[in-house]
């Protein structure tokens, strides 16, 4: 993705992207989140619509992608970046946990997230507005578990339904990252790996919180080092490919 002084880049993610750090369940804003490290790297502004707690299923409700279609000026190189997912994937656990027998969906069942992604990738590129898909950055399911799940509902029933195995969690997020991937290669998306380079990473729980989903100072700025590296890449890619 070609990306120079005349681009206008705008973010539709969640905290992780918007640079939320915690610390004993109190949330602030990193000093330096890595969207303004890239932004400041690359020269260009950066439109950040990132929100705490984000869903896809939530954007597209309130019309923020309507609006930005509405406000566009065609005329410009207008890239759009997709980070959203994690969200998606969570549950209303102290739902889970009144019924734990129950098969519960997720806040956007698989299917409604990769319609609802598709559908959007469609609407912008239709636009003429580039579109990149990020990865979702991999939780860690202790801690996600021990500090943020069993405090909003009793651990043993949340348990239950995940058959004794925190690490469904995690292969639950995992799935919801193959939609991203999926949907991606389906519309010809450029495409940041965030998930694996992290996971590459021997110390990469170094780079978290300790509730287990939202990277650190330090996480923020290894992810922002990742997409400067593969947005280099890809711009490279571009120039040869014309």
Request: net charge neutral; aromatic share 8%; glycine share 6%.
């Amino acid at each position: 993705m070609e990306i120079n002084k005349n681009t206008k880049i705008t973010v539709f993610g969640d905290s992780i992207t918007k640079g939320v750090v915690t610390s004993k369940g109190r949330r602030q804003v990193a000093e330096c989140p890595a969207v303004s490290i890239i932004e400041n790297a690359l020269g260009v502004k950066i439109t950040n619509h990132s929100t705490f707690g984000q869903t896809l299923s939530r954007l597209v409700s309130r019309g923020d992608i309507d609006k930005f279609l509405n406000d566009l000026n065609p005329a410009d190189d207008n890239v759009v970046i997709l980070s959203l997912g994690g969200n998606d994937s969570d549950y209303d656990w102290p739902t889970v946990a009144q019924n734990p027998e129950f098969d519960h969906q997720p806040k956007t069942p698989p299917k409604e997230f990769e319609r609802l992604l598709l559908d959007t990738i469609d609407r912008l590129q239709a636009a003429g507005v580039r579109v990149c898909l990020t990865s979702i950055a991999p939780i860690d399911s202790k801690r996600f578990f021990d500090e943020i799940i069993s405090k909003q509902a009793n651990p043993n029933r949340i348990l239950t339904f995940l058959h004794g195995d925190i690490e469904n969690l995690y292969r639950h997020q995992e799935y919801f990252n193959s939609i991203v991937i999926k949907c991606a290669q389906a519309k010809n998306c450029s495409f940041i790996d965030i998930r694996s380079k992290l996971l590459y990473c021997r110390n990469y729980l170094d780079f978290y919180c300790d509730d287990g989903i939202h990277p650190n100072e330090l996480g923020q700025r290894k992810i922002a080092e990742i997409i400067l590296k593969q947005l280099k890449k890809i711009g490279r890619a571009s120039c040869r490919e014309r």
